[in-house]
């Protein structure tokens, strides 16, 4: 059973950063890929970024292209969100998740608070 634990949220002020990671444990941990989602009060959970286990590629929302930047450590089994120039639109739970095939991310972590101050 593969666990993903998410780390590095907290109180930022806007224009700050942040880096999330994700650290996943399981047996043979080789996932199709690794994604990010964020969820904010009263919104539905919206996707943020991914990246490719086995190339590194990665695909970014919208809102926050340019300023998030995904990454992994292949060695570690962790995942990155590197959050520069935040927004108070930015403030949620961000979530990591491991897909093991394209069809469907099937792990999930337990989510970390990321609130940005304005």
């Known amino acids: 059973q593969v666990q993903l634990v998410e780390s590095g949220g907290g109180l930022v002020q806007a224009g700050g950063s942040l880096r999330l990671s994700c650290a996943a444990s399981?047996?043979?941990?080789?996932?199709?890929?690794m994604g990010w989602f964020r969820q904010a009060p009263g919104k539905e959970r919206e996707f943020v970024a991914r990246?490719?286990?086995?190339?590194?590629?990665?695909n970014y929302a919208d809102s926050v292209k340019g300023r998030f930047t995904v990454s992994r450590d292949n060695a570690k089994n962790t995942v990155y969100l590197q959050m520069n120039s935040l927004t108070s639109e930015d403030t949620a739970v961000y979530y990591c998740?491991?897909?093991?095939?394209?069809?469907?991310?099937?792990?999930w972590g337990q989510g970390t608070q990321v609130t940005v101050s304005s």
């Open positions: 990246i490719m286990w086995s190339d590194g590629s990665t």
């Open positions: 998740a491991a897909a093991a095939t394209r069809f469907s991310y099937n792990y």
């Open positions: 399981g047996p043979t941990f080789s996932p199709y890929c």
